[in-house]
């Protein structure tokens, strides 16, 4: 069965039978067809921060194909910067378990989370980062007289007469006159250890170090997409998009300030938010909207899961409510990273060939000849993100639980950031008590 992930705004019918190219298409065609938004620091319509604003269909695997199409279907290059002042960039991460597994709805949300930090990193990566490379080749060969001979050592010499005086001795007696000459009669049992001598050696290994720390401010994502493969493995893609004027509006929403950022007016923030639990299930992430009075707000969707199976309600509801309180920390933290996150990445990546040739000698004597050819890739890497910003301004809005067709009981959160709560919860905070009586008349 195909999930239909919503990447913004309205959702729009789309016919199972239409390709993803085509609903891409059609949806950027509704995008150049938006009213034109009044001024403020620089007009910005709800579709065009949200992207094409539809259903798209990602079947089987097709996460990849889902990308190209997106970004022909919006005439976009996936980390350079469009005619609008956009960026966009793509990530993607398989579901770590099946379907059948108890935790599977946990894990699709995580594997939103990784998919959407991918896309985060290539931001800060390709804005922010710096690279040390470097390459090394070694050579070493000893092709001297008597290089492939294995010098004989005074203890192996020792060994090997005390071998020869010792054969016709029988177990008891061998033992007594080794412990009379002071050698461990374990240690004379153990073969002497194999010896391996390196003939030639030729390596080529080159290491590169990644460092970038910035801000990722103003990154939301405007597209989701899953792509099946029908047997259980669940891949997310997700479509980000980064914007100065988007950075401005996160600047301004954490400080609680007046958005410079502005639109024609809308509509209410609720009609913006689906009533179907169905439909919310199908909501990560963070989107942008514009409401009645043309200012903007944020709506942030949360999902968890519980995964009890048993018959005790009391037992259900307890998870359940376990459910719904790591929903709403995920939908809060969406919105914090967007006011104000901040990305470090350091890797290190080190890879090469290592050609070799040796010969060995074993335990009783025995030579042999050893080629080996090792592959070498190394990965070191480490992506920290993180923000840190006021709640003021933020709300929950009614939460739902759906089950899942996998059959996993999902709790959804929405947690919506208005200027009018911005501005009420600041009233709350700066209130001080009042100097003189009022008059009572």
């Given at each position: 069965m195909s999930y239909l992930y919503v990447g913004a705004v309205a959702l729009l019918l789309l016919s199972p039978a239409r390709s993803i190219a085509e609903?891409?298409?059609?949806?950027?065609?509704?995008?150049?067809?938006?009213?034109?938004?009044?001024?403020r620091a620089g007009a910005l319509d709800a579709e065009t921060i949200n992207g094409e604003a539809v259903v798209v269909l990602s079947a089987g695997g097709r996460v990849e194909e889902a990308f190209e199409a997106y970004a022909r279907a919006k005439g976009i290059r996936y980390g350079t910067e469009n005619a609008n002042g956009q960026f966009y960039f793509q990530g993607s991460e398989t579901i770590s378990v099946d379907p059948t597994n108890a935790q599977w709805g946990k894990a699709r949300v995580l594997a939103f989370e990784r998919a959407?930090?991918?896309?985060?990193?290539?931001?800060?990566?390709?804005?922010?980062?710096?690279?040390?490379?470097?390459?090394?080749?070694?050579?070493?060969?000893?092709?001297?007289?008597?290089?492939?001979?294995?010098?004989?050592?005074?203890?192996?010499?020792?060994?090997?007469?005390?071998?020869?005086?010792?054969l016709a001795l029988t177990d008891a007696v061998l033992e007594k006159r080794l412990a009379e000459l002071g050698v461990d009669p374990e240690e004379f049992?153990?073969?002497p250890a194999p010896q391996r001598k390196k003939l030639v050696e030729d390596t080529i290994r080159t290491t590169t170090l990644t460092r970038a720390m910035g801000d990722m401010a103003g990154m939301f994502p405007v597209q989701t997409f899953e792509g099946s493969d029908g047997k259980g493995t669940h891949t997310i893609g997700v479509v980000a998009m980064y914007s100065p004027k988007l950075r401005q509006l996160a600047d301004d929403t954490r400080r609680g300030k007046t958005p410079l950022l502005a639109s024609v007016p809308k509509k209410p923030l609720a009609e913006?938010?689906?009533?179907?639990?169905?439909?919310?299930?199908?909501?990560?992430?963070?989107?942008?909207?514009?409401?009645?009075?043309?200012?903007?707000?944020?709506?942030?969707?949360?999902q968890w899961s519980h995964n009890y199976t048993g018959t005790n309600e009391r037992t259900r509801e307890r998870r359940r409510e376990a459910a719904k309180a790591s929903a709403l920390e995920r939908a809060d933290s969406y919105i914090t990273l967007f006011q104000a996150g901040r990305l470090r990445l350091d890797s290190e990546k080190e890879v090469g060939d290592a050609i070799e040739e040796a010969i060995l000698k074993d335990g009783d004597g025995n030579l042999s000849s050893d080629d080996i050819t090792r592959i070498i890739d190394r990965t070191n890497e480490r992506v920290r993100a993180s923000g840190k910003a006021d709640l003021i301004g933020r709300s929950q809005l009614p939460s739902r639980f759906f089950k899942h067709p996998s059959g996993h009981e999902i709790a959804i959160v929405a947690v919506a950031w208005t200027l009018t709560g911005a501005e009420s919860t600041a009233r709350v905070r700066d209130w001080k008590p009042e100097q003189q009586r009022r008059d009572r008349s």
């Amino acid at each position: 069965m195909s999930y239909l992930y919503v990447g913004a705004v309205a959702l729009l019918l789309l016919s199972p039978a239409r390709s993803i190219a085509e609903n891409v298409h059609d949806a950027a065609a509704k995008v150049g067809a938006t009213d034109s938004a009044k001024e403020r620091a620089g007009a910005l319509d709800a579709e065009t921060i949200n992207g094409e604003a539809v259903v798209v269909l990602s079947a089987g695997g097709r996460v990849e194909e889902a990308f190209e199409a997106y970004a022909r279907a919006k005439g976009i290059r996936y980390g350079t910067e469009n005619a609008n002042g956009q960026f966009y960039f793509q990530g993607s991460e398989t579901i770590s378990v099946d379907p059948t597994n108890a935790q599977w709805g946990k894990a699709r949300v995580l594997a939103f989370e990784r998919a959407l930090l991918e896309a985060q990193t290539a931001f800060v990566r390709y804005s922010y980062g710096s690279q040390l490379a470097e390459i090394e080749k070694r050579f070493f060969q000893d092709a001297s007289d008597g290089a492939d001979e294995f010098p004989v050592t005074g203890d192996a010499g020792r060994l090997s007469a005390l071998i020869d005086k010792a054969l016709a001795l029988t177990d008891a007696v061998l033992e007594k006159r080794l412990a009379e000459l002071g050698v461990d009669p374990e240690e004379f049992r153990s073969k002497p250890a194999p010896q391996r001598k390196k003939l030639v050696e030729d390596t080529i290994r080159t290491t590169t170090l990644t460092r970038a720390m910035g801000d990722m401010a103003g990154m939301f994502p405007v597209q989701t997409f899953e792509g099946s493969d029908g047997k259980g493995t669940h891949t997310i893609g997700v479509v980000a998009m980064y914007s100065p004027k988007l950075r401005q509006l996160a600047d301004d929403t954490r400080r609680g300030k007046t958005p410079l950022l502005a639109s024609v007016p809308k509509k209410p923030l609720a009609e913006y938010v689906p009533n179907d639990p169905a439909t919310l299930a199908d909501q990560f992430g963070m989107r942008v909207f514009f409401d009645q009075r043309g200012e903007p707000c944020l709506v942030s969707y949360g999902q968890w899961s519980h995964n009890y199976t048993g018959t005790n309600e009391r037992t259900r509801e307890r998870r359940r409510e376990a459910a719904k309180a790591s929903a709403l920390e995920r939908a809060d933290s969406y919105i914090t990273l967007f006011q104000a996150g901040r990305l470090r990445l350091d890797s290190e990546k080190e890879v090469g060939d290592a050609i070799e040739e040796a010969i060995l000698k074993d335990g009783d004597g025995n030579l042999s000849s050893d080629d080996i050819t090792r592959i070498i890739d190394r990965t070191n890497e480490r992506v920290r993100a993180s923000g840190k910003a006021d709640l003021i301004g933020r709300s929950q809005l009614p939460s739902r639980f759906f089950k899942h067709p996998s059959g996993h009981e999902i709790a959804i959160v929405a947690v919506a950031w208005t200027l009018t709560g911005a501005e009420s919860t600041a009233r709350v905070r700066d209130w001080k008590p009042e100097q003189q009586r009022r008059d009572r008349s």
